[in-house]
Protein backbone atom coordinates (compact mmCIF):
# COMPACT_ATOMS: atom_id res chain seq x y z
CA UNK A 1 0.00 0.00 0.00
CA UNK A 2 1.78 3.20 -1.04
CA UNK A 3 1.86 6.30 1.38
CA UNK A 4 -1.10 9.05 0.37
CA UNK A 5 0.87 12.32 -0.84
CA UNK A 6 0.94 15.27 1.07
CA UNK A 7 2.83 18.50 0.09
CA UNK A 8 5.87 18.65 2.36
CA UNK A 9 5.17 22.19 3.32
CA UNK A 10 2.98 25.14 3.24
CA UNK A 11 3.06 28.37 4.66
CA UNK A 12 0.64 31.09 5.57
CA UNK A 13 0.52 34.39 7.56
CA UNK A 14 -1.28 34.92 10.55
CA UNK A 15 -5.04 35.43 10.12
CA UNK A 16 -4.95 33.68 6.19
CA UNK A 17 -6.15 30.61 4.98
CA UNK A 18 -4.14 27.43 3.76
CA UNK A 19 -5.55 24.28 2.88
CA UNK A 20 -3.11 20.82 2.76
CA UNK A 21 -4.36 18.20 0.15
CA UNK A 22 -4.17 14.48 1.03
CA UNK A 23 -4.31 12.28 -2.48
CA UNK A 24 -4.86 8.42 -2.42
CA UNK A 25 -6.48 6.34 -5.13
CA UNK A 26 -9.87 4.74 -4.98
CA UNK A 27 -8.58 1.83 -3.14
CA UNK A 28 -8.66 4.39 -0.04
CA UNK A 29 -8.78 7.68 0.04
CA UNK A 30 -11.80 7.69 -2.70
CA UNK A 31 -13.51 4.69 -1.63
CA UNK A 32 -14.43 5.34 2.24
CA UNK A 33 -15.41 8.36 3.92
CA UNK A 34 -12.78 7.24 6.82
CA UNK A 35 -9.86 9.77 6.24
CA UNK A 36 -8.35 11.51 9.28
CA UNK A 37 -5.91 14.58 9.89
CA UNK A 38 -3.78 14.35 12.48
CA UNK A 39 -1.36 17.29 14.18
CA UNK A 40 1.82 17.09 15.31
CA UNK A 41 4.00 19.09 17.31
CA UNK A 42 7.68 18.71 18.09
CA UNK A 43 7.93 16.19 20.32
CA UNK A 44 4.60 15.63 21.39
CA UNK A 45 2.07 12.93 20.63
CA UNK A 46 -0.60 13.11 17.61
CA UNK A 47 -3.96 15.02 17.63
CA UNK A 48 -6.89 14.00 15.68
CA UNK A 49 -8.51 17.33 14.59
CA UNK A 50 -10.86 15.93 11.61
CA UNK A 51 -11.73 12.34 11.61
CA UNK A 52 -14.32 10.69 9.23
CA UNK A 53 -13.35 13.47 6.15
CA UNK A 54 -15.03 16.05 8.14
CA UNK A 55 -16.13 15.35 11.44
CA UNK A 56 -14.48 17.51 14.24
CA UNK A 57 -14.14 16.02 17.77
CA UNK A 58 -14.91 18.15 20.70
CA UNK A 59 -12.57 20.76 21.30
CA UNK A 60 -10.79 20.84 18.11
CA UNK A 61 -11.36 24.48 16.77
CA UNK A 62 -13.93 25.30 14.09
CA UNK A 63 -10.90 27.30 12.38
CA UNK A 64 -10.12 23.41 11.75
CA UNK A 65 -12.02 22.34 8.35
CA UNK A 66 -11.81 18.97 5.76
CA UNK A 67 -13.67 17.41 2.92
CA UNK A 68 -12.84 15.20 0.09
CA UNK A 69 -13.23 15.33 -4.08
CA UNK A 70 -12.81 12.01 -5.53
CA UNK A 71 -9.16 10.88 -4.29
CA UNK A 72 -8.64 13.51 -2.93
CA UNK A 73 -8.37 15.01 0.58
CA UNK A 74 -8.45 18.04 2.33
CA UNK A 75 -8.02 20.05 5.38
CA UNK A 76 -8.32 23.47 5.43
CA UNK A 77 -6.95 25.93 8.73
CA UNK A 78 -8.56 29.16 8.50
CA UNK A 79 -7.65 32.29 10.61
CA UNK A 80 -4.11 30.95 10.65
CA UNK A 81 -2.46 31.55 14.16
CA UNK A 82 1.27 30.87 15.58
CA UNK A 83 0.30 27.97 17.47
CA UNK A 84 -1.18 26.08 14.38
CA UNK A 85 2.95 25.52 13.27
CA UNK A 86 3.03 22.01 13.33
CA UNK A 87 3.40 18.74 10.87
CA UNK A 88 -0.06 17.33 9.90
CA UNK A 89 -0.93 14.03 8.62
CA UNK A 90 -3.75 12.61 6.61
CA UNK A 91 -5.00 8.53 6.97
CA UNK A 92 -7.11 6.82 5.09
CA UNK A 93 -8.62 3.21 5.34
CA UNK A 94 -7.88 1.10 2.86
CA UNK A 95 -9.99 -1.85 0.96
CA UNK A 96 -7.53 -4.60 2.33
CA UNK A 97 -8.56 -3.42 5.88
CA UNK A 98 -5.30 -1.66 7.03
CA UNK A 99 -4.81 1.85 7.12
CA UNK A 100 -2.10 4.39 4.93
CA UNK A 101 -0.59 7.35 6.06
CA UNK A 102 0.18 10.12 4.20
CA UNK A 103 3.86 11.78 4.20
CA UNK A 104 3.63 14.49 6.47
CA UNK A 105 3.28 18.25 5.90
CA UNK A 106 5.35 20.82 7.50
CA UNK A 107 3.02 24.25 8.24
CA UNK A 108 4.74 27.07 8.83
CA UNK A 109 3.11 30.56 9.96
CA UNK A 110 5.35 33.73 8.76
CA UNK B 1 -7.64 10.14 32.40
CA UNK B 2 -6.63 8.00 29.27
CA UNK B 3 -3.01 6.98 29.33
CA UNK B 4 -0.88 4.89 27.02
CA UNK B 5 2.31 3.44 27.85
CA UNK B 6 4.84 1.92 26.18
CA UNK B 7 7.66 -0.62 27.31
CA UNK B 8 10.23 -3.30 25.70
CA UNK B 9 12.05 -1.22 22.92
CA UNK B 10 15.58 -1.53 22.42
CA UNK B 11 18.55 -2.82 20.37
CA UNK B 12 18.39 -5.71 18.72
CA UNK B 13 20.30 -7.74 16.16
CA UNK B 14 18.56 -8.77 12.73
CA UNK B 15 16.98 -12.35 13.04
CA UNK B 16 15.96 -11.42 16.74
CA UNK B 17 12.38 -11.21 18.33
CA UNK B 18 11.42 -8.82 20.85
CA UNK B 19 7.61 -8.00 22.72
CA UNK B 20 6.76 -4.68 22.93
CA UNK B 21 4.08 -3.92 25.94
CA UNK B 22 1.52 -1.28 26.23
CA UNK B 23 0.09 -0.44 29.69
CA UNK B 24 -3.42 1.59 29.12
CA UNK B 25 -4.74 3.13 31.84
CA UNK B 26 -8.03 5.29 32.13
CA UNK B 27 -9.94 3.15 30.13
CA UNK B 28 -10.80 -0.53 29.31
CA UNK B 29 -8.66 -1.92 26.18
CA UNK B 30 -11.38 -4.66 24.93
CA UNK B 31 -14.17 -1.78 24.26
CA UNK B 32 -11.63 -0.37 22.12
CA UNK B 33 -10.00 -1.00 18.35
CA UNK B 34 -6.59 -1.18 19.49
CA UNK B 35 -3.20 -0.43 16.89
CA UNK B 36 0.71 -0.31 16.80
CA UNK B 37 1.69 2.21 14.55
CA UNK B 38 5.63 2.82 13.94
CA UNK B 39 7.69 5.69 12.90
CA UNK B 40 11.34 5.34 11.44
CA UNK B 41 13.88 7.67 12.04
CA UNK B 42 13.19 11.21 9.91
CA UNK B 43 10.47 9.20 8.11
CA UNK B 44 6.52 9.71 8.42
CA UNK B 45 4.05 6.96 9.96
CA UNK B 46 3.59 3.90 9.38
CA UNK B 47 0.45 1.45 10.28
CA UNK B 48 1.47 -2.00 11.27
CA UNK B 49 -1.62 -3.53 13.11
CA UNK B 50 -4.74 -3.72 15.06
CA UNK B 51 -6.38 -5.98 17.45
CA UNK B 52 -10.82 -5.21 17.40
CA UNK B 53 -12.17 -4.79 20.66
CA UNK B 54 -13.62 -8.49 20.30
CA UNK B 55 -10.22 -9.76 20.11
CA UNK B 56 -11.06 -12.00 17.03
CA UNK B 57 -10.05 -9.89 14.52
CA UNK B 58 -6.47 -8.64 13.80
CA UNK B 59 -4.97 -7.18 10.84
CA UNK B 60 -1.49 -6.41 9.81
CA UNK B 61 0.62 -4.26 7.37
CA UNK B 62 2.07 -6.10 4.57
CA UNK B 63 5.05 -5.43 5.67
CA UNK B 64 5.30 -6.84 8.71
CA UNK B 65 2.36 -9.91 8.53
CA UNK B 66 3.64 -13.41 9.35
CA UNK B 67 6.49 -11.91 11.50
CA UNK B 68 4.44 -9.94 13.75
CA UNK B 69 1.33 -10.59 16.15
CA UNK B 70 -0.89 -8.10 18.13
CA UNK B 71 -1.98 -9.52 21.19
CA UNK B 72 -3.40 -8.18 24.69
CA UNK B 73 -4.22 -9.32 28.24
CA UNK B 74 -7.78 -7.98 29.47
CA UNK B 75 -6.34 -8.47 33.06
CA UNK B 76 -3.74 -6.43 32.63
CA UNK B 77 -5.52 -4.18 30.59
CA UNK B 78 -1.98 -4.49 28.27
CA UNK B 79 -1.65 -4.57 24.87
CA UNK B 80 1.47 -6.58 23.43
CA UNK B 81 3.47 -6.13 19.81
CA UNK B 82 5.30 -9.42 19.74
CA UNK B 83 7.93 -8.94 16.77
CA UNK B 84 10.03 -11.73 15.14
CA UNK B 85 12.42 -12.11 12.13
CA UNK B 86 13.72 -8.59 13.03
CA UNK B 87 14.95 -6.63 10.26
CA UNK B 88 16.80 -3.48 9.80
CA UNK B 89 13.96 -1.95 8.05
CA UNK B 90 11.96 -2.46 11.27
CA UNK B 91 13.94 -0.05 12.98
CA UNK B 92 11.72 3.01 14.31
CA UNK B 93 9.64 4.66 17.56
CA UNK B 94 6.55 1.86 17.96
CA UNK B 95 3.62 3.85 19.56
CA UNK B 96 0.33 2.45 21.04
CA UNK B 97 -2.97 3.93 19.71
CA UNK B 98 -6.45 3.79 20.51
CA UNK B 99 -9.13 3.75 18.00
CA UNK B 100 -12.79 3.44 18.19
CA UNK B 101 -15.08 2.03 20.68
CA UNK B 102 -17.06 -0.95 19.71
CA UNK B 103 -15.84 -0.63 16.39
CA UNK B 104 -16.12 -1.91 13.06
CA UNK B 105 -14.17 -1.81 9.40
CA UNK B 106 -12.92 1.95 8.99
CA UNK B 107 -14.70 3.22 12.34
CA UNK B 108 -11.56 1.14 14.08
CA UNK B 109 -8.84 3.51 12.45
CA UNK B 110 -9.54 7.25 13.55
CA UNK B 111 -7.46 7.51 16.93
CA UNK B 112 -7.73 9.91 19.50
CA UNK B 113 -4.91 8.65 22.24
CA UNK B 114 -1.00 7.90 21.51
CA UNK B 115 1.73 6.75 23.52
CA UNK B 116 4.97 8.16 23.69
CA UNK B 117 6.53 5.31 21.98
CA UNK B 118 9.34 3.24 22.12
CA UNK B 119 12.27 2.79 20.12
CA UNK B 120 13.21 -0.41 18.63
CA UNK B 121 17.00 -0.07 16.27
CA UNK B 122 17.62 -3.43 15.21
CA UNK B 123 21.28 -3.25 14.05
CA UNK B 124 24.19 -5.76 13.91
Known amino acids: QSALTQPASVSGSPGQSITISCTGS?????????VSWYQQHPGKALKLMIS???DRPSGVSNRFSGSKSGNTASLTISGLQAEDEADYYC??????????FGGGTRLTVL | QVQLVESGGGVVQPGRSLRLSCEASGFTISNYGMHWVRQAPGKGLEWVAIIWYDGDIKKYADSVKGRFTISRDNSKNTLYLQMNSLRAEDTAVYSC?????????????????WGQGTLVAVSS
Open chain 1, 52 to 54: DVS
Open chain 2, 97 to 113: VRGGSYCSGGSCYKFDY
Open chain 1, 91 to 100: SSYTRTSSLV
Open chain 1, 26 to 34: SSDVGGYNY
